[in-house]
């Protein structure tokens, strides 16, 4: 009797979970469908059409302005028949798209930094006009406190070619300031893995901050700069590197400085050479002799003269052993902290002495560009300072300074007549 019942009542539900994205033939047979794609377990057991393949068919032809999506179980592999996808359980089917509309994003590749790439493009540039490898950019890589301040610098030098983008003065701090942020606990913690990237970083910083002071915000150009003031903190910054080189020679067991230039006495063969070969060093020499009361105010003004007039030889007569800036920079690590203590009181000897040192940043300017507009320009304020008294004895620094921007402004104009 209940047979009959149920019978006539109809055939009973089997019971089983809802599956709210089944096939059709799972619904229509009142089971749980596993939902794998393209073809479900019940159908792909009976050897059935199963409907999820065609929804899957669907979903993967990209409409007008979309992109190409594929089902969340499949592999793309490549033949000579054209892109086909494999999933998980084995099955293949191939794309019913004849062309990709759309390239694939996945969802964690950013946009391209291109404002950064420019930078970085411009200090590629730079380093090849001048002869220089890439290995500062390929530390960078490692440490990317070096790598933010080559893009500061690098966004200062292109300002300085391209005035109206005073966005790139921006870019400039934004990349200078984590910089800053980053190196610190390195600086706390020189190690052999990290000096020579601490050492790059000291080095680029203080170009940094010898080129900030020439290159400011519009709303900044009213305010007028001491250009003694910020040479000066170039130099402060500069000889923050002497701290770092001295834990590096510790760590490389270097028991002297090999970029410290000559010890000469005033009898040595050299000091006799650099006085016959350049009138104004004696010269020069009496001055500190006469202006000077204190015995160590004399020594350390003898020893920075004496340092500039010998790089300026090597330089002069050995181009090749130093081809970049470094003994410019060497000179405000190599002074005597007494003498900088004099440059800050501007004492007159030591602003004299100082303006002798525009030549040595002259020689170099092809090299260093901030060192284009710095000569005439820390010369100028020298002679300001130290008034018509010392004027006579600034002919030399300004007509060599003088002599090579002309030397170069010729250059530059044959170079474009034979183009």
């Known amino acids: 009797m209940a047979a009959e019942a149920l019978a006539a009542g109809g055939r009973q539900r089997r019971a089983h979970r809802k599956s709210t ?67 998980r359980h084995g099955e293949g089917f191939k794309s019913s798209c004849v062309s990709i509309p759309a390239p694939l994003s996945p969802p964690h590749l950013q946009p391209l930094p291109i404002a950064d790439l420019e930078l970085l493009y411009k200090q590629m540039r730079h380093n090849q006009a001048i002869g220089r490898d ?23 030098q292109l300002f300085s070619e391209q005035p109206s983008r005073t966005e790139l003065l921006d870019r400039a701090c934004a990349h200078q300031n984590p910089a800053l942020a980053l190196v610190r606990p390195h600086l706390l913690d020189i190690n052999k893995c990290n000096v020579e990237a601490v050492v790059k970083f000291s080095a680029i910083t203080s170009v940094v ?74 010269v020069l020499r009496d001055l500190i002799n006469i202006h000077c009361t204190i015995e160590e105010d004399i020594l ?37 902290k007494r003498f900088f203590d ?22 170099r300017s092809d090299t260093m560009w901030p060192l284009h507009e710095w000569p005439s320009k820390l010369l100028q304020r020298v002679e300001e300072v130290l008034g018509d008294e010392w004027l006579e004895y600034l002919e030399w620094p300004k007509s060599r300074v003088l002599d090579l921007i002309d030397e170069e402004e010729c250059v530059s104009k044959t170079s474009v007549l034979s183009c």
């Not at 000066?232 to 002497?242: A, E, N, P, V, Y």
Request: net charge neutral; proline share 8%; aromatic share 8%.
């Open 300 to 336: 350390v003004c003898l020893d920075a003269t004496r340092k500039i007039f010998s790089f300026v030889t090597l330089l002069e007569e050995c181009p090749n052993l130093h081809p970049d800036a470094r003994l410019v920079q060497i000179w405000p690590i190599e002074i005597k």
């Open 134 to 156: 890439g290995g500062d950019i390929q530390i960078g890589f490692a440490f990317p406190y070096v790598l933010h301040s080559i893009l500061s610098l690098s966004a200062l």
């Open 21 to 87: 994205n089944g096939c059709q033939y799972c619904k229509k047979r009142h089971v749980k469908c596993d939902e794998q794609q393209p073809t479900c377990g019940l159908c792909k057991k009976v050897k059935k059409m199963c409907s999820l393949a065609s929804d899957t068919a669907e979903s993967t032809t990209a409409k007008p302005g979309e992109g190409f999506t594929l089902p969340s179980n499949a592999s793309p592999a490549f033949n000579h028949a054209g892109l086909s996808f494999r999933t």
């Open 342 to 363: 004099m440059l800050i009181a501007r004492k007159p000897i030591a602003l004299l002495i100082l303006g002798y040192y525009s030549v040595l940043m002259r020689l």
């Open 209 to 282: 901050a010898l080129a900030q002071p020439l290159y400011q915000q519009p709303y900044r150009v009213s305010r007028r700069n001491d250009p003694i003031d910020d040479m000066l903190i170039s130099f402060h910054m500069t000889r923050g590197i002497r701290t770092v080189l001295e834990r590096q020679w510790q760590i490389e067991q270097v028991e002297f400085d090999p970029d410290a230039g000559p010890a000469l006495d005033d009898e040595d063969p050299w000091q006799q050479d650099l006085m016959s070969k350049y009138p104004p060093y004696p």
